[in-house]
């Protein structure tokens, strides 16, 4: 085993079979969302079983009014940058619109690129039946695929908004046929948004891969949400299912306002911050210049 550069042993890498052995444990997932070096350090070394790099940086970073403009350049930008910062989780790439609905030859050729360009282990798709041929394809070329019901933000305008999803028995019925077909294909997780928790208890109960809840309830085998919200750091709106943990935007404010303060009161640079030269250096560039 490699010594990391701190001389430790290496952590145990988690791949799409320890979400298998957790949900036969009994032992809870966790994911967040990352989006840069820093972020996927800092998630890494809190233990985080997944850094998922979802589209929905679109919106927290990006800031588009959906994840519908997010490009696969964009997102490889970023999966590249969390990739450098992770070395325990597993890395999901969420493909973006467009990157997978178009035919199975794009699909698989995008989710390749996840891996190849992005270095990413595995991919998230959205839907159920209707992607299931894109699916099968993205699993049949040897990629990890982790799939995606219920609310699913792509297809946001034919849903009416982000707004709560299979809450008919006929709806509820369709959304756990979904997961039964993602789950036959070969999808080694499931991902099921803002649905009743009664639901997502009893998918989960169903099905022999763990889901991942973001918004549906403590029933799932494990939860997500997006880090920008957990942290309060993107103040457009927070999801009634969010609960945060910090309020990041209100104390960047705070700090850049006490640095535009330091700056315009002549407190800073101070002294401490400040480096300087040998008098008898600097007296001999005096003497050099002309006029001296």
């Known amino acids: 085993m490699s010594a990391s550069p701190q001389g430790s042993a290496a952590p145990k890498k988690v791949t799409p079979l320890t979400f298998r052995e957790k949900k036969a444990a009994g032992q809870p997932i966790t994911m967040l969302t990352g989006t840069d070096l820093p972020m996927a350090q800092a998630l890494d070394e809190a233990g985080l079983d997944s850094v998922l790099v979802g589209d929905?940086?679109?919106m927290v970073v990006l800031g588009y009014e959906t994840t519908l403009p997010v490009t696969m350049d964009e997102m490889l930008h970023h999966c590249?940058?969390?990739?450098?910062?992770?070395r325990r989780a597993l890395c999901i790439g969420d493909m973006p619109f467009l990157s997978y609905q178009v035919s199975e030859e794009e699909a698989v050729r995008n989710a390749g690129r996840f891996l190849q360009e992005g270095g990413m282990e595995a991919?998230?798709?959205e839907g159920g039946r209707e992607r299931l041929t894109a699916v099968k394809a993205v699993i049949g070329a040897g990629i990890p695929v982790m799939g995606h019901?219920?609310?699913?933000?792509?297809?946001v305008h034919m849903l009416g908004g982000f707004r709560p999803?299979?809450?008919?028995?006929?709806?509820?019925?369709?959304?756990?046929?979904?997961?039964?077909?993602?789950?036959?294909a070969g999808c080694f997780s499931i991902v099921l948004e803002s649905i009743p928790a009664r639901l997502a208890a009893l998918v989960s109960k169903r099905l022999p891969i763990p889901t991942i809840g973001?918004?549906?309830?403590a029933g799932c085998d494990g939860q997500v949400l997006v880090t920008?919200?957990?942290l309060g750091m993107f103040d457009r709106f927070t999801p009634r299912f969010v609960r945060q943990y910090a309020d990041l935007h209100d104390e960047m404010v705070r700090a850049f306002r006490a640095y535009k303060c330091d700056v315009e009161a002549h407190r800073f640079p101070a002294d401490e911050h400040t480096i300087d030269m040998a008098e008898e250096e600097w007296d001999e560039l005096l003497r050099s210049l002309p006029g001296a």
């Open 228 to 230: 920008h919200d957990l």
């Open 149 to 155: 019901l219920g609310l699913t933000p792509q297809s």
């Open 214 to 217: 973001i918004g549906a309830g």
């Open 123 to 125: 991919v998230k798709l």
């Open 165 to 184: 999803q299979a809450r008919t028995a006929e709806a509820a019925r369709r959304l756990l046929e979904d997961a039964l077909v993602l789950e036959e």
């Open 80 to 86: 590249r940058a969390v990739a450098r910062g992770t």
């Open 56 to 58: 929905s940086l679109g």
